[in-house]
């Protein structure tokens, strides 16, 4: 334990004001910790560009809890400890024969913190990452293990996005399936018009899609993941489609930035975890200096929204590095951003410039206003607690679930009280 804080967040925008910091190294001091705190936060890879995990409390790390990782074959499950990353994961279940429906962009993140903030990849039939939980074991307010299961507990979907609101997270329990491999071809020149109107068509071509654009007319790029059980692996990938044309050298999404730090494209096929993610867990995710935002609009209303922000590319193209579409499924938790809706999410890669994003956030929020946008819970938005709350059918049952599992408010902050309501 330390007094005092001067820890950031991964980007480095995000300095933590909390009293004191811990990383409690068994279950048992976890509990003591918490039992003795009147203001805590938990807080995994702090892969967030906003203050979710802020508190003037307790910041309570994940990473030091006891690795575990437990395969249920029988039952298609495996069980991991809080702060695993999903590149370990994903390399254990793959060497055992098993593997996960989906990953995110990055395999840098812990699996608590990513299921509570609705983290995701992309494809139609897939779901964010926080759907393939089946169980969870936290810590509550009194110091308490708490065990909840899909299909047991009739509150469940509330516990799994839960923005830490609920208590510590100390073990996930994941829906797993057998391995699969993967290739991915990547084509440039993606015009605005072909987007538009096939994006349906575009999004539906394969197990994974993402388009990432700079918001020009001609220029995005066709990021294509198939399984390879779903296709012949020797037949050679289009050369064409929609327009633009396949690459036959790699790239980075953002244009400039060496292409080593991403995974193998070219359509050589390899295992799901090292295709899936876009980027190479050995590597600087992304562009490394940045921030983040991204917005989910339901998918029938996907195209429109698209249109929308092109119709500001210029204006908010200064403070851009690129942006990413993709598709995720729809899903029955209570604050997950699909929650009861497919959408095409709408993601933002900024420059480390806070003015500029600041306005730019700002230009992306009244255009993508007639559309309810749901906002990723771990990025940078400044949409009021209103109009958040008015995007879920399901907040007021969440904040009644926060009421009973933390009646005096123990992992409250800022943050949720800006957002839910949750004061």
Not at 65 to 77: Q, S, T
Not at 319 to 333: G, K, Q, T
């Amino acid at each position: 334990m330390r007094e005092g804080s001067d820890e950031t967040n991964w980007a480095g925008n995000i300095v933590y004001r909390a009293d004191r910091w811990v990383a409690p190294t068994s279950v048992e001091e976890l509990c003591e910790i918490v039992a003795a705190c009147d203001r805590a936060r938990p807080v995994g890879t702090r892969h967030s560009f906003n203050t979710i995990a802020d508190t003037a409390g307790t910041l309570i790390s994940t990473t030091r809890l006891p690795a575990l990782f437990r395969l249920d074959a029988d039952a298609g499950e495996v069980t991991v400890s809080a702060g695993t990353r999903y590149g370990d994961l994903a390399r254990e279940l793959d060497a055992r024969g098993w593997a996960l429906r989906n990953l995110g962009s990055l395999p840098h993140i812990c699996v608590a913190g990513a299921c509570a903030t609705a983290t995701h990849g992309s494809g139609d039939r897939n779901g964010n990452l926080a759907t393939s939980v089946v169980a969870l074991d936290l810590v509550t307010a009194s110091g308490d293990v708490v065990t909840v299961r899909r299909g047991v507990d009739r509150d469940f979907a509330g516990h799994v996005v839960a923005l830490g609101a609920l208590g510590v997270v100390v073990a996930v329990t994941l829906a797993i399936v057998p391995t699969f491999r993967v290739r991915q071809n990547v084509y440039q020149g993606l015009a605005r018009a072909a987007l538009l109107d096939h994006l349906d068509e575009i999004f539906a071509m394969a197990y994974s899609v993402s388009v990432f654009t700079t918001w020009r007319s001609d220029s995005s790029l066709l990021w294509v993941k198939q399984r390879v059980d779903a296709v012949d692996e020797a037949a050679p990938a289009p050369g064409e489609m929609f327009g633009a044309g396949a690459l036959v050298h790699p790239v980075h999404p953002i244009r400039g930035l060496d292409p080593i730090h991403t995974t193998r494209q070219l359509g050589v096929a390899g295992p799901w975890h090292e295709r899936l993610p876009h980027f190479r867990a050995g590597f600087t995710p992304s562009a490394g200096n940045e921030l983040q935002s991204e917005y989910f609009v339901s998918r029938d209303r996907a195209a429109a929204a698209v249109e929308a922000i092109h119709q500001i590319g210029e204006q908010i193209r200064p403070a851009l590095h690129v942006s990413e579409l993709r598709s995720i499924a729809s899903d029955d938790l209570w604050l997950s951003p699909t929650q009861g809706r497919a959408a095409i999410s709408l993601h933002f890669t900024w420059r480390p410039a806070e003015a500029a994003v600041t306005q730019a956030v700002a230009a992306v929020e009244r255009q993508l206003a007639p559309f309810e946008p749901r906002p990723h819970w771990g990025k940078i938005f400044t949409l009021p607690a209103e109009t958040i709350r008015a995007a879920y059918p399901r907040a007021a049952d969440f904040t009644a679930l926060a009421e009973r599992r933390d009646p005096t408010g123990v992992f409250r902050n800022t943050f949720l009280a800006n957002t839910l309501g949750l004061t």
